[in-house]
């Protein structure tokens, strides 16, 4: 199981490439997103900002980057073009992001690479993770990254054998195209295959084969009112 079975970096984030080998565990792209961006110059000024935005710390965002009435944006962070920032969008460390992206309105993002047209739009929790092009988030998708005993997050290959990240805090790999429907839950070390789907209301981990649907019916009673 390597990155490449996931997701291809982009050509936008060509600089970054020497951080993200294709050929290495995708949980290892999570480990090198600070050391990707101690690297970079953020000499470029800042484009102007909306009188609510709030930024500290090393900061590039691309002069056709949308920024909302109000937002905190903490670096290190890199955004590239024509991504969107929406109303109350939290960024604090850690974050690249691509072209045509949606940072969404009340979302959380942080130790986080997230690819090309990447939506993640409404209410979202986005730590630790990584995703792929094309990846989207219905409202209120949450990436859960830590276990609730603090030990080392495990995944699951495929067969079903577990290996050790060595991680303590590691969300999610989203691949490329796959989708995550409202309220879901990813546990601590869940993948998801490229062009993937977790129906909404699913609390889903492991690993789901690409162009999978992993979905959890629940069954409905309907009573009559008693007033």
């Known amino acids: 199981m390597q990155a490449s ?17 294709a050929g290495v565990a995708p949980w290892e792209w999570i480990k090198a997103i600070g050391a990707a961006l101690a690297v970079q110059p953020f ?18 965002l691309h ?21 969107e920032i929406r109303p109350g969008a939290f960024l604090r ?12 309105h009340a979302c959380e993002f942080k130790n986080c690479l997230l690819m090309n047209r990447v939506q993640v739009p409404h209410f979202n929790y986005v730590g630790d993770s990584i995703l792929g092009n094309g990846a989207h988030f219905g409202a209120g998708v949450i990436c859960s990254n830590v276990r609730l005993d603090q030990k080392n997050v495990a995944v699951q290959r495929p067969g079903g054998t577990m290996v050790d990240t060595g991680l303590k805090k590691f969300g999610a790999i989203v691949g490329d195209r796959a989708e995550v429907g ?5 546990q601590p070390g869940t993948l998801l295959g490229p062009r993937s789907l977790v129906m909404p209301l699913t609390a889903f981990g492991g690993y789901l084969l690409p162009a999978t649907i992993a979905r959890n019916r629940q069954q409905v009673t309907t009573l009559p009112r008693r007033d």
């Open 5 to 21: 079975d996931f997701f291809a970096l982009p050509a936008s984030l060509t600089r970054f490439a020497p951080f993200f080998p």
């Open 43 to 60: 000499d470029q000024a800042l484009p102007a900002l909306p009188r609510g935005v709030h930024v500290e710390g090393l900061v590039y």
């Open 63 to 83: 002069p056709t980057v949308k920024l909302p009435p109000s937002a905190t944006i903490i670096g290190p962070v890199w955004i590239g073009a024509h991504t």
């Open 93 to 104: 460390g850690n974050v690249i992001v691509g072209e045509h992206g949606v940072l969404g």
């Open 182 to 186: 409202c309220n879901a839950v990813l």
